[in-house]
């Protein structure tokens, strides 16, 4: 009943003799609300009109006529069939056709885009427990001297209240003949994977530092391939895995993207099957001479 009277209230405000006639049969088709141009105009187009532009839907409705008057109008002058005009309206069916699929895919994240998302993206999803340290690194594995380079090292450092202190005091260390680095490190998991960025550290250092618990505890001389090293311990961070429900809700656009990237991504690539593109011989040369002709 209510929309039966917003109808009537529609049509009688917009339908007069100098506004908008009633069509052939002297009635309004199902679902709609007003003919203009023989166009009908359905109810579902004008509250989105007078939602955005603030207005009351007898405005609303005028405004869609206006547009349908201007349309027609176009069509009768053969304007419609401009190049300018066609470009416009396929890109109009491209946005239609974006606008569908995303609408198709706006269900809520499932779990299994949820894991998937959280593998790849590790480092903000699931991210480990990690250490990040300072280190003093004899460089030479297997070299008796880089061994007793990092032993004076780690004798001199013993104490050090914070990295800057260990760096200084691990640099005073006489190191003749043996090259020794001193190096603040991104975090790493114990298994050696880099937290903030690309790349790995070995694993025996890895677990090394993260044996470590406190900060400004020290490890003793551990081997890895590169050398012997002597490792402060700046913090520990902890980990950060979210619940799945509370992964869905902050990656809830993300997950829509991605969803949304592939159906389009699948879509095109049926198209292209569909619709393959023929080209003339001599295509891209006359392509090249149209260009050329235009820029001079």
Known sequence: MRT?????????????????????????PQGAVAICADRAIQGSSV?????VARVSAKEALQRLAHDIRLAA??????????PAVQRELKAALVRA????????HAAPPTLSEIQILRAERWRDFDRPESARVIHAVAMGGGSEAARKVAEAIRKETTGAKNETEFEVQAKKVPHEGVEVRVERLPAMARDG???????????????????LTQPGEQSPVV???FGYHVIFLIERVPAYRPADEELARIAHDEILTRRMSSATRSLVEQLRREYPVTLERNAIELID?????KGR
């Not at 509250?47 to 939602?51: E, F, L, S, T």
């Not at 056709?97 to 198709?104: A, D, F, G, H, S």
């Not at 001479?289 to 002709?293: D, K, P, Y």
């Open 223 to 225: 081997a890895t391939s």
């Open 97 to 104: 056709v974006l606008t569908q699929i995303k609408e198709q």
């Open 47 to 51: 509250a989105p009109v007078a939602m």
């Open 73 to 82: 109008e176009a069509e009768n002058r053969g304007l419609h069939k401009t």
């Open 4 to 28: 039966s009277v917003l109808a009537v209230l529609l049509l009688s405000s917009c339908s007069s003799p100098a506004t908008m006639a009633p069509g052939p049969s002297g009635g309004v």
């Open 289 to 293: 001479l149209l260009e050329r002709r």
């Open 193 to 211: 994977r880099n937290v903030e960025e690309e790349g790995s550290f070995a694993t025996p250092f890895a677990e090394a530092a993260l044996s």
